[in-house]
T-cell receptor, first 115, second 107 residues
Framework: NAGVMQNPRHLVRRRGQEARLRCSPM?????VYWYRQLPEEGLKFMVY????????ESGMPKERFSAEFPKEGPSILRIQQVVRGDSAAYFC?????????????FGPGTRLTVT | RKEVEQDPGPFNVPEGATVAFNCTYS??????FFWYRQDCRKEPKLLMS???SGNEDGRFTAQLNRASQYISLLIRDSKLSDSATYLC????????FGAGTRLTVKP
């Protein structure tokens, strides 16, 4: 049973370009979460999605950031017009149900570097 | 006040030592609690869930005090491989992570 998969593992973008980060949840998991971790800081919740629905995006910056989880295919975190401050590790996690007692399992992360 | 606060660390201990981490949370409606560990530049991995009655997994013991909104993790007979950052996590509908406490176990 493959774990949570994320790609690319490393992504370099110049300022103003777009970054697309992909996440495939564990088999049988229908809930996806995105987190951002800045260097030497803790994880910050960004968004929670189910298939074709955004459930909670309270942690998403108001501009340039968007996320989707289509009926088919991976979840995508999209960052438009990247700036240096977007450089961070972006982790995706999945869980089988929305029940708060269920643990989340993390992917290996995508390290975004904006030059 | 932060939603989840942890000992700032770092903790530097010799092999075989017992070390304890503390964590407090501010949301009394929090439903579930976890400890994760994160190795340098890797993803967080679930270490253990924390139950009201307290729970133990080998050398690791987790305790929860809902009245004081306090969670602890005790590591006995620490190993070099325990060196990592330990994250206290509280679920309030979505997961809230503490900033983590760094542990280094030295020979």
């Amino acid at each position: 049973n493959a774990g949570v998969m994320q790609n690319p593992r490393h992504l370099v973008r110049r300022r103003g370009q777009e970054a697309r980060l992909r996440c495939s949840p564990m088999k049988g998991h229908s809930h996806v979460y995105w987190y951002r971790q800045l260097p030497e800081e803790g994880l910050k919740f960004m968004v929670y999605l189910q298939k074709e629905n955004i459930i909670d995006e309270s942690g998403m910056p108001k501009e340039r950031f968007s996320a989707e989880f289509p009926k088919e295919g991976p979840s995508i975190l999209r960052i438009q017009q990247v700036v240096r401050g977007d450089s961070a590790a972006y982790f995706c996690a999945s869980s089988p149900l929305t029940d708060t007692y269920y643990e989340q399992y993390f992917g290996p992360g995508t390290r975004l570097t904006v030059t | 006040r932060k939603e989840v606060e942890q000992d700032p660390g770092p903790f530097n201990v010799p092999e075989g030592a017992t070390v304890a981490f503390n964590c407090t949370y501010s949301n009394s409606a929090s439903q579930s609690f976890f400890w994760y560990r994160q190795d340098c530049r890797k993803e967080p991995k679930l270490l253990m869930s924390v139950y009201s009655s307290g729970n133990e997994d080998g050398r690791f013991t987790a305790q929860l005090n809902r009245a004081s909104q306090y969670i602890s993790l005790l590591i006995r007979d620490s190993k070099l491989s325990d060196s990592a950052t330990y994250l206290c996590v509280v679920n309030v509908g979505d997961m809230r992570f503490g900033a983590g406490t760094r542990l280094t176990v030295k020979p």
